[in-house]
């Protein structure tokens, strides 16, 4: 069993994501929009790129937090708000990094603020979890 402390900053993750991750992310999901794939697309409807899906960063954010608490079924609530896309230009892998910081800890949760970065941009605000331990 991991301990956890307040104010503690736990190791960062980094995922790689391209767009060949994405169509598999597509695929798997049904999710077909083509900002998530065709950069013609992506840039007709003012966007800078072709973005990554939503939730499927959320997925990997929440592959980080299943981690540190130990399994999935530890993680008791997690929440963000999408601030800004993470762009995936063709040909690149893009990175996202993944950290948390122990905001709490209760005699059998932990809080955790989650930070998760593309290209030195914040992609999610007001990011939390809570994790049994």
């Known amino acids: 069993m991991t301990t956890f402390i307040a104010g503690q900053e ?6 790689t994501i391209n767009r060949a ?7 798997a999901s049904g999710d077909q929009n083509p900002i998530h794939q065709n950069e013609e697309f992506a840039k ?3 966007l ?5 899906h939503g939730m499927f960063t959320m997925g990997l954010v929440g592959q980080y937090i299943s981690q ?10 997690f929440s963000a708000r999408f601030t800004k896309p993470v762009v995936v230009p063709a040909g690149i892998d ?6 948390a910081t122990v905001v709490d800890v209760d005699s059998d949760i932990a ?4 930070v998760a970065m593309c290209s030195e ?11 049994s331990l």
């Open 10 to 15: 736990l190791a960062p993750k980094v995922f």
């Open 21 to 27: 991750r994405l169509v598999q992310y597509a695929n």
């Open 44 to 46: 007709s409807v003012g």
């Open 48 to 52: 800078e790129n072709v973005i990554a």
């Open 68 to 77: 540190i608490a130990g399994s999935s079924a530890k993680v008791r609530e």
């Open 94 to 99: 893009v990175q996202l990094i993944v950290s």
């Open 111 to 114: 809080r955790l603020e989650i």
């Open 121 to 131: 941009v914040k992609v999610l605000g007001m990011a939390k979890a809570v994790i």
